[in-house]
């Protein structure tokens, strides 16, 4: 399931942060498995290395610190790759479902997780700030947004693999 929601960024002066960094849309949701299995190949990771816990984020945040990709998380390339993992794992955690939020425009913005409470988790934005403190950060950041969305629960499901592999 996917909500769309037109919104804006109240306050925000110049270029939003995710701007030309998630460049698939609406379609976002739909297309995870396949930036998955392609975030999979970009680092060299064994297929069932991706299973959809704050475990495989950890082996993310590693190789992407190891090989010197920390700069890169933030261009599109990697980017909408890490988003769409982080988020997937998000939405398996909570229960919930992918927002995409777009601007006054009819453009794409923010692809976000909603979770049953309300709660939203955005990680674009964890990313984003992740790769400006140089990287490294995205599973303990992942795992905060997933406790305060899910609480307990939620973070307990998102350790265990939920889900099966990506081919």
């Known amino acids: 399931l996917t909500q769309r929601v037109r919104g804006r ?33 970009l680092l060299r990771l064994r297929p069932t290395t991706l299973d959809y816990t704050i475990d495989s984020l950890r082996t993310i945040d590693r190789k992407v610190g190891r090989s010197g990709l920390p700069e890169r998380s933030g261009d599109a390339s990697l980017y909408a790759h890490l988003v769409a993992y982080a988020g997937e794992t998000a939405v398996r955690a909570v229960l919930g479902t992918w927002q995409i939020v777009y601007n006054e425009e ?3 913005f923010e692809a976000n997780v909603l979770a049953p409470g309300g709660v939203v988790i955005r990680p674009w934005l964890e990313i984003a700030n992740d790769a400006e403190e140089g990287g ?32």
């Open 106 to 108: 009819g453009e794409v």
């Open 9 to 41: 960024a109240r306050g925000w002066r110049g270029e939003h942060l995710a701007y030309g960094r998630f460049p698939y849309g609406h379609e976002s949701p739909s297309l995870v498995p396949r930036l998955v299995s392609e975030l999979r190949v």
């Open 136 to 167: 490294q950060w995205i599973a303990e950041l992942m795992k905060r947004a997933i406790f305060v969305a899910g609480g307990r629960a939620a973070v307990v499901r998102a350790s265990r693999s939920v889900a099966r592999t990506v081919p």
